[in-house]
């Protein structure tokens, strides 16, 4: 077996390993390489096809995968090596991976190692609905690949669970591949996607919204034949008949690179505990991007991606990793916020990013740290699915002997 | 009616126990044939618990206490032939109140009776140290050595491939819909056409009673018992060392936590009996029954992802033994009633139907190259799997190409399944043979890039 060194291995080729890698080669870093499990760089975003990938980072509109190719390229342009078609299975010891690639089993050995796996949809299983297991219920990862990488037509009716970008994203696919949405559910009480996207689903494709309304069985066997569906409010069980289901958002952080290092999880988000320089519980272990919690926007990844550059290359340059971080923590109705951490030594000053369990509005949040409040911030809106932004400011006043800091909703009403 | 040929011997079912029928009267100068009305090991046999079982807790004199043990001996055997992953890892039968705990010592009895080692008593405090993550309140726990956990698709395709390549002829996606007696034996109909038999062996699982009475039997109904399990991620593995099995009833050997051999964890089964031979379907209540037990007996386990929830149907009758009969007028075998032991015992099965029919006047005697030796692609995590062999990926590329990237199973292996004799049909076939597409992802990843490369046939 051939063994490899690197000054950082950035595993994973999507918007936040490539613009990590991009970025760490441009402040001077010496060999980067980026391993990435499929035949091409990009990730997500290379089968996306609708517009608006890049605002953020990239300042313009592109498709996906046109944002995909930009990032790639700018990545090799930079001087960034760019390993695909190959994994990393497993560590085989402190910061030290083995591949398998066509090129062989080999072995990559770095300074610093930035996990920038990402996340995928919780499949049906995961999701726990009963019924049978037939073929033609899938995530919008498969969909998207079949109809964009794979050039599917497909015919017949479509429900799709979920009402967030990415399930207008899967209505916008299910249409042009041929098949017609007939359903479109939603737990919560509205969609949690612009208001424009969603006229556009239900004008455009004539998707009808079920708000408040979940998937409780499948039927069908080899294909599937229907599904049925329960009102949240009135407990009333519904039949819709339909040839495809697709199962969107609900991502799940692939945290297993993370885990088997040691690498302490957020509960909350189920991915790798960061402070807000991208730092994991182990020295010299990055996450960025997506693997931090399911999900954010290509661009916000992207962003995450870039901004660890300066955490790995202090640390590739020696400053000391952080002993105690001190937890940021939530309650519910929020449910997540990221970073869960602060390592209180060179860490950005970004906002942090905030989820609640449900839609709410008029939302005030409090950050205390024992019996001090830290921060109180108004949010006009936090939807589920969508991140809202809380300022960072309020950190440098922190004190990192005082483990957790929470943030609460003191007051919020309930989108109806 | 198209004439499909003339057999000596027509096996209906090829799962567990129809496949190891046919490969072990592969042995011998006959014309073979195995029907199944879809893909070898696709019904029942493919969602069992995956246990290598000792056979300790049948009941003493049943044919099922006889043929488990000897069974787990011969497909021990075989398995470490033609790379049947099995793991050793033993049992813990735990005792979760007084009730339960009263009861070990007949359980003890009954394994001595069936003629085991006796089995060892664990104390609480023990049982704790082996198994640290279980939850609270065991009393104290039977040691069960020699229960292992085995790859539950791989046997039957092993037993079906070794047959095909001795001559048995295997027709996959036919079902027989007619049967009639015949001067020389039976006549079968498939929708492809007729085939006479002198010997009819019954291995149809599920629909082994309709078949049975065709035949002009009678003397049992199978009533199918629907166990759901879940899969838990394969982080969860640390958990638990080996299989920890509850206080056993009458009915059923309650829900399990056992390691798999690809390094997940699995919860159940779940025993209801049902009336509908196709409800593989899974079920709300089973599901959270299932995991409201995980949450006691294991309690982090429930907090890991799922990977996979599924429902097998048990061929229970209302008989606690294996049916197993032959009938030497019109030269018809039953095998059926094989209610959760059917993997283990196929062998032996296979071994007693032999001996019967040799018995009964079926000549039997051996082809001169014997059984053709195979090798089975290793689906499990204890052996060197392709995409972490260096030296087979020097060799050929396609080796470290790995598609399922959650179950590394690589471009090289999904070729050969395609190109296997008893070549996948559809997904689910591809699955059984590679893992692909079982992994956490459930083919978020790769489902479009593998159904493309089956509708290709591997290319």
Redesign the interface.
């Given at each position: 077996?051939s063994s490899e060194r690197a000054e950082v291995v950035i595993v994973g080729g999507g918007p936040a390993g490539l613009s990590a890698a991009a970025e760490l080669r441009m402040r001077g870093a010496g060999r980067v390489v980026v391993v990435e499990?499929?035949l091409d760089p990009g990730g997500v975003p290379r089968h996306s096809h609708h517009t608006g990938f890049g605002l953020r980072d990239l300042h313009r509109s592109l498709s996906g995968p046109e944002y995909a190719r930009r990032l790639a390229d700018a990545a090799t342009r930079a001087g960034a090596e760019l390993m695909t078609?190959t994994?990393a299975?497993e560590w085989r010891g402190p910061l030290e991976l083995e591949l398998?690639?066509?090129?062989?089993?080999t072995t990559l050995a770095a300074d610093a190692v930035v996990l920038a796996t990402g996340s995928?949809?919780?499949?049906?299983?995961?999701r726990?609905i009963?019924?049978?297991?037939p073929?033609g219920v899938?995530?919008t990862?498969?969909l998207q690949?079949?109809v964009y990488?794979?050039g599917?037509r497909l015919a017949g009716r479509a429900v799709v669970v979920g009402a967030e970008h990415v399930s207008y994203s899967a209505l916008a696919t299910l249409h042009r591949a041929g098949a017609r949405t007939v359903a479109m559910l939603t737990e919560h009480p509205r969609h949690q996607t612009f208001a424009a996207f969603a006229l556009g689903g239900a004008v455009g494709y004539r998707a009808p919204l079920r708000t408040r309304t979940v998937l409780?069985?499948?039927?069908g066997?080899?294909r599937v034949e229907a599904v049925t569906v329960t009102d949240l409010q009135t407990g009333e069980r519904s039949l819709i008949e339909c040839e495809l289901v697709v199962l969107t958002a609900d991502w799940?952080p692939d945290h297993?690179l993370a885990?088997s290092a040691g690498a302490r999880l957020d509960r909350a988000t189920r991915g790798p505990l960061i402070d807000g320089a991208g730092r994991t519980t182990v020295p010299g272990l990055f996450a960025a991007g997506n693997i931090t919690q399911g999900a954010e926007p290509a661009d916000v990844a992207a962003i995450t991606g870039r901004n660890v550059a300066n955490a790995v290359a202090a640390h590739v340059h020696g400053s000391s990793w952080p002993r105690s971080p001190v937890r940021i923590v939530c309650a519910p109705p929020l449910r997540w916020i990221v970073p869960g951490a602060i390592g209180f030594a060179g860490e950005s000053s970004g906002p942090l990013r905030l989820r609640a369990l449900e839609a709410l509005r008029d939302v005030l949040i409090e950050v205390r740290q024992a019996e001090r409040v830290l921060h109180r911030q108004r949010l006009a809106q936090l939807m589920p699915g969508r991140s809202a932004l809380l300022a960072s400011t309020w950190i440098a006043s922190a004190d990192p002997g005082i483990s957790p800091i929470l943030v609460r909703a003191v007051s919020a009403r309930r989108l109806r | 009616m198209n004439e499909i040929g003339e057999f000596d011997v027509a096996i209906v079912g090829a799962g567990d126990v129809g496949a190891a029928i046919a490969r072990e009267l592969a042995r011998f100068q006959l014309r073979v044939v195995l029907f199944d009305a879809g893909d070898v090991g696709a019904g029942t046999s493919k969602a069992n618990t995956a246990i290598l079982h000792t056979g300790f807790d049948a009941r003493p004199g049943t044919l099922e206490a006889k043929l488990v043990p000897r069974g787990h001996a011969l497909l021990s055997a075989y398995a470490e032939q033609v790379g049947i992953p099995v793991e050793r890892t033993g049992a813990l039968l735990v005792a979760w109140n007084e009730a339960e705990l009263g009861r070990l010592g007949e359980i003890e009895e009954n394994a001595c009776a069936c003629g085991h080692e006796p089995l060892g008593r664990v104390s609480a405090e023990q049982l704790y140290e082996r198994e640290p993550d279980l939850g609270p309140g065991a009393l104290a726990a039977l040691e069960v050595p020699g229960e292992a956990i085995i790859c539950p698709w791989t046997p039957p395709l092993a037993y079906a491939t070794q047959a095909l390549l001795a001559g048995v002829e295997i027709r996959r996606y036919e079902r027989v819909t007619g049967l009639a007696a015949t001067p020389d034996g039976w006549q079968l109909r498939t929708p492809a056409g007729a085939v006479g038999a002198r010997w009819l062996i019954n291995a149809a699982g599920l629909y082994a009673d309709e078949l049975h009475r065709q035949a002009g039997f009678d003397g049992f109904t199978v009533t199918p018992r629907r166990g759901e399990l879940i899969v838990f991620d394969k982080l969860a593995r640390p958990l638990v060392s080996q299989i920890v099995m509850p206080v056993p009833t009458s009915r059923t050997r309650g829900v399990l936590i056992t390691p798999t051999v690809f390094g997940n964890v699995m919860l159940g089964p779940t025993a209801e009996d049902v009336t509908d031979k196709r409800a593989t379907g899974t079920t709300a209540a089973g599901i959270e029954r299932l995991r409201t037990l995980g949450r006691r007996l294991l309690p982090a386990l429930v907090d890991y992802e799922v990977t996979a929830t599924y429902a097998g149907l048990r061929a229970a009758t209302e008989h606690d033994d294996y049916q197993l009969i032959l009938d030497p007028d019109s030269r018809y075998v039953c095998a059926a009633g094989i209610r959760s032991t059917g993997l283990t015992a196929s062998m032996a099965i296979a071994e007693w139907v032999r001996e019967q029919l040799g018995d009964a006047g079926l000549e039997l005697r051996e082809t001169a190259d014997g059984l053709p030796e195979i090798r089975m692609p290793n689906l499990g995590e204890r052996s060197l799997r392709p995409y972490q062999d260096a030296e087979r990926i020097a060799a050929d590329p396609a080796y470290g190409e790995i598609v399922c990237l959650c179950e590394r199973v690589t471009w090289g292996e999904l070729r050969d399944a395609l190109a296997a004799p008893l070549t996948p049909r559809d997904l689910d076939g591809l699955r059984r043979r590679t893992r692909v597409l079982t992994g956490r992802c459930q083919g978020f990843y790769c489902a479009a890039q593998v159904g493309r490369a089956l509708e290709a046939g591997g290319r």
């Open positions: 077996m499990r499929e078609g994994q299975t398998t690639g066509p090129g062989g089993r995928w949809e919780r499949p049906r299983s995961a726990l009963p019924g049978t297991r073929e899938i995530t990862g498969i690949q079949l990488l794979q599917a409780s069985e499948i039927h066997s080899p799940i297993a885990i | -």
